[in-house]
């Protein structure tokens, strides 16, 4: 059903391949194959498909996992630009806009 001739003429040649062997910090070994062209190097470094770990060529001295920042929420981020005084003075502020409006209102009614 829709398949060809088997056979590598049909499809060209397979080009020359090498295996490169790459260890993550947990210790898991991946073994991609690369194509073994002169003018092609394999990457120093290969996620490991086990742990998502980086992986490197060094069994000894595998790459260190990559530290994630945990989630922070928006408050976490102003507190990092902010000190508490600037926050002291910009709640003041707006409290003292907001308390302007409700007088304009009240009196407007």
Do not use: Q
């Amino acid at each position: 059903m829709g398949a060809g001739p088997i056979g590598e003429t049909e499809r060209g040649e397979i080009a020359p391949r090498v295996r490169v062997s790459y260890w993550c910090a947990n210790g898991h070994e991946t073994r991609p194959s690369f194509c073994a062209n002169e003018d092609v190097e394999a990457p120093d470094t290969w996620d490991c498909p086990r742990c998502g770990f980086p992986a490197g060529l060094d069994a000894t001295n595998p790459p260190a996992p990559l530290r994630n920042e945990p989630y922070k929420t928006h408050l976490a981020y102003v507190k990092e630009r902010r000190s508490e005084a600037d926050g002291a003075a910009l709640l003041e502020e707006a409290l003292a806009t907001l308390r302007a409006r409700r007088a304009g209102l009240r009196r407007a009614s």
